[in-house]
């Protein structure tokens, strides 16, 4: 038989497959997400999270150290609020003693080379549910979310912050956002887009760990519809424009045409959030037999990264940076 075009040569042996590999997913490209609460050496399970908990200050600060001497460059906040400290105002959002300012001035204290990225959105705040403020329909009113968003950012980033991570899907709050913090001295504090962030199913166990489920109706106002995809690259394109030092997509698996999108029309790192709900499926088909985690987990990890992912947020963070020498 003639054949001189055999790819297969080039499997045959480890070392020659290591030569042929196209992408590479180190610790270095991989955000840490953790749920912090009030109290002290406290810490609660997330059922629909397998192996994640809320945890108190002086654990998260412990997660961090782990994470730093594991290699993972940076962790991502999200405040679990006594529901007692949410309005329909979301005052509680820009306190400059409250939780994340407290959290974030730790963790600098305790582990200053370790990223701290906040979320700034109106959710886990508002006694509604939604990222913003609403009018007496329900309605999420955009200028006037913005305004609080901006509080909220610079509380953050008075304590420390070194990324702050807009989540909530207004329009123009990374203009608003990008000139408040430069002209209040914080030219140097970055700004993670959630640029293409769907209205999707999900987000279940993330809203379950922070008790942030809309009250009343859905987000569909303000998060995009998961049939567009046009419209992710015009949210990009006014993100890019108007100061964003990342863009990212949410939920990850199920938008990696769109993590491609962004890859290929933008030159800023483009993060991809690997969501709970699709951290969930697999530690559920893990947990039952039917799939092998050490084998499925960095395998649907490599496929963000095949899809454009520079960044990486995931809640399998530290299970990879654990096995990434032996992949």
Same mark, same amino acid.
């Given at each position: 038989?003639?054949?001189?075009?055999?790819?297969?040569?080039?499997?045959?042996?480890?070392?020659?497959?290591?030569?042929?590999?196209?992408?590479?997913?180190?610790?270095?490209?991989?955000?840490?997400?953790?749920?912090?609460?009030?109290?002290?050496?406290? +810490?609660? %399970?997330?059922?629909?999270?397998?192996?994640?908990?809320?945890?108190?200050?002086?654990?998260?600060?412990?997660?961090?150290?782990?994470?730093?001497?594991?290699?993972?460059?940076?962790?991502?906040?999200?405040? =679990?609020?006594?529901?007692?400290?949410?309005? +329909?105002?979301?005052?509680?959002?820009?306190?400059?003693?409250?939780?994340?300012?407290?959290?974030?001035?730790?963790?600098?204290?305790?582990?200053?080379?370790?990223?701290?990225?906040?979320?700034?959105? #109106?959710?886990?705040?508002?006694?509604?549910?939604?990222?913003?403020?609403?009018? %007496?329909?329900?309605? =999420?009113?955009?200028?006037?979310?913005?305004?609080?968003?901006?509080?909220?950012?610079?509380?953050?980033?008075?304590?420390?912050?070194?990324? =702050?991570?807009?989540?909530?899907?207004?329009?123009?709050?990374?203009?608003?956002?990008?000139?408040?913090?430069?002209?209040?001295?914080?030219?140097?504090?970055?700004?993670?887009?959630?640029?293409?962030?769907?209205?999707?199913?999900?987000?279940?166990?993330?809203?379950?760990?922070?008790?942030?489920?809309?009250?009343?109706?859905?987000?569909?106002?303000?998060?995009?519809?998961?049939?567009?995809?046009?419209?992710?690259? #015009?949210?990009?394109? #006014?993100?890019?424009?108007?100061?964003?030092?990342?863009?990212?997509?949410?939920? %990850?698996?199920?938008?990696?045409?769109?993590?491609?999108?962004?890859?290929?029309?933008?030159?800023?790192?483009?993060? %991809?959030?690997?969501?709970?709900?699709?951290?969930?499926?697999?530690?559920?088909?893990?947990?039952?037999?039917? #799939?092998?985690?050490?084998?499925?987990?960095?395998?649907?990890?490599?496929?963000?990264?095949?899809?454009?992912?520079?960044?990486?947020?995931?809640?399998?963070?530290?299970?990879?940076?654990?096995?990434?020498?032996?992949?």
């Amino acid at each position: 038989m003639e054949n001189s075009n055999r790819p297969r040569r080039m499997r045959k042996d480890e070392f020659s497959r290591r030569l042929m590999r196209e992408h590479h997913l180190r610790t270095d490209d991989l955000i840490y997400p953790v749920f912090v609460m009030e109290g002290h050496q406290k +810490e609660e %399970a997330i059922p629909s999270m397998p192996g994640i908990k809320r945890q108190s200050a002086d654990l998260i600060i412990d997660t961090a150290k782990e994470c730093f001497k594991l290699g993972i460059p940076a962790i991502a906040l999200f405040p =679990v609020i006594d529901v007692n400290l949410k309005t +329909e105002d979301a005052k509680e959002a820009y306190n400059p003693k409250g939780l994340i300012p407290r959290v974030v001035a730790l963790l600098k204290q305790h582990v200053p080379q370790l990223g701290v990225i906040t979320d700034v959105a #109106l959710d886990p705040y508002t006694s509604h549910g939604q990222d913003g403020l609403i009018d %007496a329909s329900g309605y =999420v009113l955009n200028d006037e979310t913005v305004e609080v968003l901006i509080k909220q950012a610079l509380s953050h980033a008075k304590a420390g912050a070194d990324i =702050v991570a807009p989540s909530d899907m207004m329009d123009g709050r990374i203009g608003y956002l990008r000139d408040e913090l430069d002209n209040n001295g914080f030219e140097n504090t970055g700004i993670m887009a959630y640029t293409a962030k769907y209205a999707r199913a999900f987000y279940g166990p993330f809203r379950d760990a922070l008790n942030s489920a809309p009250k009343k109706g859905d987000k569909k106002t303000y998060q995009m519809d998961f049939r567009n995809t046009r419209e992710a690259l #015009l949210e990009a394109e #006014l993100d890019y424009n108007e100061g964003a030092d990342f863009l990212m997509v949410k939920p %990850a698996l199920h938008y990696m045409d769109v993590i491609k999108s962004l890859k290929d029309s933008f030159n800023i790192p483009i993060a %991809a959030y690997h969501v709970s709900g699709e951290c969930a499926m697999l530690s559920a088909a893990c947990k039952n037999g039917w #799939l092998d985690f050490n084998k499925a987990m960095p395998e649907t990890l490599f496929s963000l990264r095949r899809a454009g992912a520079d960044i990486i947020l995931t809640y399998f963070a530290k299970d990879y940076a654990k096995m990434a020498s032996k992949l």
